[in-house]
């Protein structure tokens, strides 16, 4: 009985959201805090990089190491089809991605190994850290160019 | 809807005002002094990247060379699709056989070296505040970059907006030389003021337009909608931005912002030529668009 009426209430939502956009998917949420977390940590070694706060090797590191595994979390279910800004509401997602996705890969894992770099030289000093946040940067914006729509 | 057919009376009344026809006919500045400026291409390449030419004129793929002024690129507007020109110093299918003359009259004015008007999607709204010797050293400058065979491609916009000749009761109305920003400034806001106003064009994409697509001045730089699609380009003025100097001119050079978010969209191109100037010119602009909020 409980899940009969489960269901009928799913169906109805269903229905009522549809002439709407397609229930927003859980993904979309999962992505985005994802990057809130790339720019959390990110803002330590760029926050040094640009003389907003003194550079500290130890602190630098754990935000290097940091962004290591954050952009080693497998992308799988993240990016699931239909969730572009064009199908979905509350996306930045432009769905050239998904028309261009070796192109995405690629730009994902151009993120991956400038990472890397920054983690080797994170502790050994202010100007290393500043090139490498450079490059790191120059990824996230190559795929920000392409791949995601401005705000509403 | 609505908006459109508004837009096409509007035009439409504008063209049938026989007495305003005469006004429509190109205005272009002396050809004598232009041709006589001496074009230093070391200067130009600034220039260029501070007016951001290759933005619009490069070809539109992915990893597209900066320097091959191939056009190619498509700009949609309310009045149809705009296609970027090739102005490469290829002879036949650029503009290799231009005078330095025709260049300065077409990038400050709007106007073809065949007498045409061209459309305000190219922002010469924003050039004619240029210095003449500027423009004349970025021509000396575009002159060396590659030369490319791409045809130029025809625009995609219906009756009435493709009358060129409409264009030129366009500018009567709107074309302005004057500074938008007209209080006492200090040298290094009036440089700022020359970079955004005259050569940078922000306002082209972060100031609202009116129905005929021109911009609104009493709204400068506070926001707007992405012609080209979902969004909302930011305001960079008003009450809706609270950046300091530095936090702007940190973003001008690295891409970041306050929040450690990374530029995208078409303020990328932006931020890669500028971060190839002086550090002065993005504090310059930094200086600029504080003073936007007295």
Redesign the interface.
Not at chain 2, 229 to 234: E, F, K, M, V, W
Not at chain 2, 259 to 265: A, L, R, T
């Given at each position: 009985m409980a899940v009969k009426r489960t269901l009928a209430s799913v169906v109805l939502g269903a229905v009522l959201a549809l002439p709407a956009f397609a229930d927003e998917d859980p993904a979309i949420a999962a992505r985005q805090g994802q990057f809130k977390l790339f720019a959390h940590n990110f803002g330590v070694v760029g926050g040094m990089a640009q003389g907003r706060m003194d550079y500290d090797a130890e602190m630098a590191q754990t935000a290097a190491d940091n962004l290591f595994h954050l952009t080693r979390v497998d992308q799988g279910r993240l990016w699931p089809e239909g969730t572009d800004s064009a199908s979905s509401e509350g996306t930045r997602a432009n769905a050239d991605i998904w028309d261009n996705l070796d192109d995405f890969v690629s730009k994902f894992v151009d993120l991956q190994n400038a990472v890397e770099d920054l983690q080797g030289v994170a502790g050994s000093g202010l100007d290393e850290v500043r090139a490498s946040v450079m490059a790191v940067g120059g990824t996230c914006q190559a795929c920000h160019e392409d791949y995601r729509d401005e705000e509403s | 809807m609505l908006r459109r057919v508004v837009l096409i009376l509007v035009m439409i009344g504008l063209i049938a005002a026989g007495a305003l026809w005469v006004l429509s006919a190109p205005r272009v500045p002396d050809s004598d002094t232009l041709a006589r400026l001496d074009g230093e291409p070391e200067r130009g390449r600034d220039v260029f990247l501070a007016a951001g030419c290759g933005s619009c004129h490069m070809a539109p793929g992915?990893e597209a060379d900066p320097l091959v002024m191939s056009g190619g690129r498509e700009f949609v507007s309310d009045f149809g699709k705009f296609y970027a020109p090739n102005i490469s110093p290829d002879p036949e299918h650029g503009i290799g056989d231009w005078t330095q003359d025709q260049f300065i009259t077409a990038v400050m004015r709007g106007v073809s070296p065949g007498g045409q008007h061209y459309y305000p999607a190219f922002p010469y709204t924003a050039y004619i505040r240029a210095e003449p010797q500027d423009i004349a050293d970025l021509h000396a400058y575009m002159m060396t970059l590659p030369r490319d065979e791409t045809a130029s491609r025809d625009h995609d916009i219906g009756f009435p907006f493709n009358i060129r000749r409409a264009v030129g009761l366009w500018k009567t109305l709107f074309l302005q030389e004057e500074w938008v920003l007209t209080d006492d400034l200090t040298e290094e806001e009036a440089r700022g003021r020359y970079l955004v106003e005259a050569l940078a064009h922000c306002a082209e994409c972060h100031t609202p337009r009116n129905m005929l697509g021109a911009l609104d001045s009493a709204r400068w730089m506070e926001g707007a909608p992405?012609p080209s699609?979902?969004?909302?380009?930011?305001p960079i003025a008003g009450e809706g931005f609270t950046w300091t100097a530095f936090d702007i001119s940190?973003y001008l050079e690295?891409?970041?912002t306050p929040?450690?978010?990374?530029?995208?969209?078409t303020m990328?191109?932006v931020?890669?030529n500028l971060q190839q100037l002086e550090s002065a010119e993005r504090e310059a602009i930094a200086a600029y668009l504080l003073r936007l909020r007295d």
């Open positions: - | 992915r992405n699609g979902r969004g909302r380009i930011p940190a690295t891409g970041f929040e450690f978010d990374v530029v995208g969209g990328a191109a931020v890669a």
